[in-house]
């Protein structure tokens, strides 16, 4: 039991290039999220998807996308990458609402650098 | 809009100390609250978690307590060790409509000295 996994783990950008996070959870949870952490910041909500086939923004959502490929796994893609998009990502996922304890399980992170 | 504030931003303390990690929420209105550790370089790890409808919940040295009316909780850590070093992050999530979307604080970075 893996938990929550990502890949990759580091990853250097020239401003303008794409790339697509991948996140995947072996606790058959229905829900999960893509956050971003920075310094002084703390972690902001960018998309999340409460359950297989459906997606939503959070708080910080542009220059980002997300596809929920199947109840297991949850990519977020840079289209055209930014400076400011430079940080650590986190994926995450929990049991739907109403389910014991909401708790959310987090992955060990992906360090984006853009130059 | 929810608002999670915790203060101070870091702490020091000798070994063996009992101590007390503070969080406040603007909003009472909130469905649960939880407190995760963060170790350097690594990702979140949820230590306990206070449904709305408890005032505490208890896990080996810790103890996490709530009081909405007041906006309030607090991370107790008995017996502190210098394992316990690390950033403690509560957030919470709100009741109505929210999706399980936490909003978090930005954290208390903790230094146990031996």
């Known amino acids: 039991n893996a938990g929550v996994t990502q890949t990759p783990k580091f990853q250097v950008l020239k401003t303008g290039q794409s790339m697509t996070l991948q996140c995947a959870q072996d606790?058959?949870?229905?829900?999960m999220y893509w956050y971003r952490q920075d310094p002084g910041m703390g972690l902001r909500l960018i998309y999340y998807?409460?359950?297989?086939?459906?997606?939503d923004k959070g708080e910080v959502p542009n220059g980002y996308n997300v596809s929920r490929l199947n109840k297991r796994e949850f990519s977020l893609r840079l289209e055209s990458a930014a400076p400011s998009q430079t940080s650590v990502y986190f994926c995450?996922?929990?049991?739907?609402?109403?389910?014991?304890?909401?708790?959310?399980?987090f992955g060990p992170g992906t360090r984006l650098l853009v130059l | 809009k929810q608002e999670v504030t915790q203060i101070p931003a870091a702490l020091s303390v000798p070994e063996g100390e009992n101590l007390v990690l503070n969080c406040s929420f603007t909003?009472?209105?909130?469905?649960?609250l939880q407190w995760f550790r963060q170790d350097p370089g690594k990702g979140l790890t949820s230590l306990l978690l206070?449904?709305?409808?408890?005032r505490e919940q208890t896990s080996g040295r810790l103890n996490a307590s709530l009081d909405k009316s007041s906006g309030r909780s607090t991370l107790y850590i008995a017996a502190s060790q210098p394992g316990d070093s690390a950033t403690y992050l509560c957030a919470v999530i709100p009741s109505a409509g929210a999706n399980s979307k936490l909003t978090f604080g930005k954290g208390i970075t903790l230094s146990v000295r031996p």
């Open positions: 206070i449904q709305s409808s408890q």
């Open positions: 909003d009472s209105a909130i469905y649960n």
């Open positions: 606790m058959n949870h229905n829900s």
């Open positions: 998807s409460a359950s297989e086939g459906t997606t």
């Open positions: 995450a996922s929990s049991e739907a609402r109403g389910a014991t304890g909401e708790t959310q399980y």
